[in-house]
């Protein structure tokens, strides 16, 4: 038992303070404790999980902290580990302890013979007279593992952790590889984070790498980046190296920013005028591209006032005339593409666009001002938009592959949405239009391809029989002995005409007013619409239902079945008959 005293934790009604005493026996406390104990216990569990041990691989267990002097909490340990490694001492001066022995042996030798700890001068062991000239001197104490994941923030604030949580340090992590998500790009802003969130703004920000690249870097290059912690833990550095096309690779140049503030105000202020003179479609002039060289290469450097300058003149050069932006530039053409492809264009230059324009009159029917233009409405989420001027390209241009492979991407992807969101009105649509749309056959669309026998069974359940009908009559001319194609269209005709018989049977009759000039006289021709629909459903179903049966396959089947219910020979004449 233990007694528990609280003083002046209470108060009666004059507001005098009252003390509580009270004893409490170890079963009790024990069982107030339990729950979080065993917690205490899922956490060792999960520890030997996560670095594939088990209590069987564990040589010895040291009790730090007061907690663990609590006999429930020894004897649980104890039950996981054994009795014999579960090492108990004094927990309030193991710390201390350990930090004493680090200490003493960072300035010894350990000999490899008798493993006698020696002072870092000797050249033999004094116990056993080993030669110790070739033995290392210690390191300093080095950490332990990461308690969180170190990685960097991709598109969409995504955290792509490349050393996992549990790592020991210091370390130097493998290669990952990225890519490059657009031409000629000069740098790329890399912001490392150490967390477990998913989400990268969400975690702990440990710095920003600006990493250099050469010119006339393809879109796709990929870039292999490797960090390093220290025997703190702490991120002290980066490794990055460029893949090129042709196989060859080359150290590139990082460099960190932690914090300081000039440097940081200056590379955000670089980045939104990069964003913003992409939009203005003068971000491949001679003219921007020499300034921003220059102002890259005063901010690797340090160059505060030198950044500072070149950094000014962009901003001064951005807001000039497009017109006069662009007389560096050898294909104006492109740079108008460029610049009205953006759709980002403020309102009081739409007539200084106007006059471009007017200089390439042929501009809106180029298949690449519409193929830009169709990048720019995926950018704002404009999909339906971007695949009608994908169509057109294609309608006019077949060859145009970036066309086709664009809009089979962004086919597959709204009609996986569709698929997940279960709307089947809009992918019996998109299925529809992605076939008119997309040539068969070939390496670029085999993905949607793979949709087509799916197509009519959507329709279906899209309500649009009319579809699915027309699809597969129109494979059965392609193979009329196509079986399941026929047994398909008899199916669907026999049901989509019974069901228009039961709705007709619930409606009054739908009369159709129809009059035709016969002998230079008025005819009424009025029929009820529904029962002339019904027949011709009811006649479609019939013969191809007539179809199936008079196929050799059907009767086939019918004899081998009726021959084996009934064990009764049956003729090959007789069914002929």
């Given at each position: 038992e233990?007694?528990?005293?609280?003083t002046?934790?209470?108060?009666?009604k004059?507001?005098?303070?009252?003390?509580?005493?009270?004893?409490?026996t170890?079963e009790q406390?024990?069982?107030?404790i339990?729950?979080?104990v065993?917690?205490?216990m899922?956490?060792?569990?999960?520890?030997l999980?996560?670095?594939?041990l088990?209590?069987?691989?564990?040589h010895?267990?040291?009790?730090?902290?007061?907690?663990?002097?609590?006999?429930?909490i020894?004897?649980?340990?104890?039950?996981?580990?054994?009795?014999?490694?579960v090492?108990?001492s004094?927990?309030?001066?193991?710390?201390?302890k350990?930090?004493?022995?680090?200490?003493?042996?960072?300035?010894?030798?350990?000999?490899?013979?008798?493993?006698?700890?020696?002072?870092?001068?000797?050249?033999?062991?004094?116990?056993c007279?080993?030669?110790l000239?070739?033995?290392?001197?210690?390191?300093?104490?080095?950490?332990?593992?990461?308690?969180f994941?170190?990685?960097i923030q991709?598109?969409?604030?995504?955290?792509?952790p490349?050393?996992?949580?549990?790592?020991?340090?210091?370390?130097?992590?493998?290669p990952?590889?990225?890519?490059?998500?657009?031409?000629n790009?000069?740098?790329?802003?890399?912001v490392?984070?150490?967390?477990?969130?998913?989400?990268?703004s969400?975690?702990?920000?440990?710095?920003t790498?600006?990493i250099?690249?050469?010119?006339?870097?393809?879109?796709?290059?990929?870039?292999?980046?490797s960090?390093?912690?220290?025997?703190?833990?702490?991120?002290?550095?980066t490794?990055?190296?460029?893949?090129?096309?042709?196989?060859?690779?080359?150290e590139?140049?990082?460099?960190?920013?932690?914090g300081?503030k000039?440097?940081?105000?200056?590379?955000?202020?670089?980045?939104?005028?990069?964003k913003?003179?992409?939009?203005?479609?003068?971000?491949?002039?001679?003219r921007f591209?020499?300034?921003?060289?220059q102002?890259?290469?005063?901010?690797?450097?340090?160059?505060?006032?030198?950044a500072?300058?070149?950094?000014?003149?962009i901003e001064?050069?951005?807001?000039?005339?497009?017109e006069?932006?662009?007389?560096?530039?050898?294909?104006?053409?492109?740079?108008?593409?460029?610049?009205l492809a953006?759709?980002?264009?403020?309102?009081?230059?739409?007539?200084?666009?106007e006059?471009?324009i007017q200089?390439?009159?042929?501009?809106?029917?180029n298949?690449?001002f519409?193929?830009?233009?169709?990048?720019s409405?995926?950018?704002?989420?404009?999909?339906?938009?971007?695949?009608?001027?994908?169509?057109?390209?294609i309608?006019?241009?077949?060859?145009?592959e970036?066309?086709?492979?664009?809009?089979?991407?962004?086919y597959?992807?709204?009609?996986t949405?569709?698929?997940?969101?279960?709307?089947?009105?809009?992918?019996?649509?998109?299925?529809?239009?992605?076939?008119?749309?997309?040539?068969?056959?070939?390496?670029?669309t085999?993905?949607?391809?793979k949709?087509?026998?799916?197509?009519?069974?959507?329709s279906?359940?899209?309500?649009n029989?009319e579809?699915?009908?027309?699809?597969w009559?129109e494979?059965?001319?392609?193979?009329?002995?196509d079986q399941?194609?026929?047994?398909n269209?008899?199916?669907l005709?026999?049901?989509?005409?019974?069901?228009?018989?039961?709705?007709?049977?619930k409606?009054e009759?739908?009369?159709r007013?129809?009059?035709i000039?016969k002998?230079?006289?008025?005819?009424?021709?009025?029929?009820?619409?529904?029962?002339?629909?019904?027949?011709?459903?009811?006649?479609?179903?019939?013969?191809?239902w007539?179809?199936?049966?008079?196929?050799?396959n059907f009767?086939?089947?019918w004899?081998?079945?009726?021959?084996?219910?009934?064990?009764?020979?049956?003729n090959?004449k007789?069914?002929?008959?």
């Amino acid at each position: 038992e233990a007694e528990i005293i609280l003083t002046g934790i209470l108060e009666d009604k004059e507001r005098n303070l009252i003390d509580v005493c009270e004893e409490i026996t170890r079963e009790q406390f024990e069982k107030m404790i339990l729950p979080e104990v065993d917690k205490s216990m899922d956490l060792i569990h999960q520890s030997l999980e996560n670095s594939h041990l088990t209590p069987e691989d564990i040589h010895n267990v040291l009790l730090v902290g007061g907690s663990t002097l609590i006999p429930l909490i020894q004897r649980k340990i104890i039950d996981i580990f054994g009795k014999d490694k579960v090492l108990i001492s004094d927990p309030m001066t193991a710390v201390a302890k350990g930090a004493s022995i680090v200490a003493k042996r960072v300035k010894t030798i350990e000999c490899p013979n008798c493993k006698a700890e020696n002072p870092l001068e000797a050249q033999k062991c004094f116990s056993c007279g080993e030669n110790l000239e070739q033995v290392e001197p210690p390191d300093e104490l080095k950490g332990g593992v990461t308690l969180f994941h170190y990685g960097i923030q991709t598109i969409g604030d995504r955290f792509e952790p490349i050393i996992e949580k549990g790592t020991p340090y210091p370390i130097d992590s493998e290669p990952v590889e990225f890519f490059t998500i657009r031409d000629n790009a000069r740098r790329l802003k890399v912001v490392v984070y150490a967390g477990m969130d998913e989400v990268a703004s969400k975690n702990e920000k440990q710095g920003t790498l600006w990493i250099e690249l050469p010119p006339n870097v393809p879109k796709g290059t990929g870039v292999y980046l490797s960090l390093s912690l220290d025997s703190d833990g702490v991120w002290k550095g980066t490794k990055v190296k460029l893949v090129m096309e042709d196989g060859s690779s080359r150290e590139v140049t990082a460099y960190a920013s932690r914090g300081e503030k000039w440097r940081d105000m200056a590379e955000e202020r670089l980045e939104e005028l990069e964003k913003k003179c992409e939009e203005r479609g003068i971000i491949e002039t001679d003219r921007f591209q020499k300034l921003y060289n220059q102002a890259i290469e005063a901010l690797n450097k340090n160059d505060k006032q030198r950044a500072e300058s070149k950094i000014q003149e962009i901003e001064n050069n951005c807001g000039k005339n497009l017109e006069v932006m662009m007389i560096n530039s050898n294909n104006l053409q492109t740079r108008v593409l460029n610049q009205l492809a953006s759709c980002l264009v403020a309102a009081d230059r739409d007539r200084e666009i106007e006059q471009l324009i007017q200089k390439l009159p042929s501009i809106a029917d180029n298949p690449e001002f519409r193929y830009h233009k169709a990048i720019s409405l995926v950018k704002q989420d404009r999909i339906g938009d971007a695949l009608n001027e994908l169509r057109e390209i294609i309608k006019t241009k077949p060859e145009f592959e970036k066309a086709k492979k664009l809009a089979s991407h962004l086919y597959l992807h709204q009609i996986t949405l569709s698929i997940k969101e279960k709307d089947y009105d809009k992918l019996s649509f998109l299925l529809n239009e992605a076939f008119q749309t997309l040539p068969e056959d070939e390496e670029i669309t085999k993905e949607i391809s793979k949709y087509k026998d799916i197509f009519p069974i959507v329709s279906i359940k899209a309500g649009n029989r009319e579809k699915a009908a027309k699809y597969w009559e129109e494979k059965m001319i392609k193979n009329p002995h196509d079986q399941w194609t026929i047994y398909n269209l008899a199916l669907l005709y026999y049901w989509w005409a019974l069901g228009a018989e039961q709705d007709y049977g619930k409606q009054e009759k739908q009369v159709r007013k129809k009059y035709i000039m016969k002998n230079g006289k008025l005819v009424d021709q009025t029929t009820s619409g529904d029962l002339e629909e019904d027949t011709k459903l009811w006649r479609k179903a019939i013969a191809y239902w007539v179809m199936i049966i008079n196929s050799n396959n059907f009767w086939k089947e019918w004899k081998d079945f009726r021959e084996k219910s009934t064990g009764i020979k049956i003729n090959d004449k007789d069914i002929n008959d």
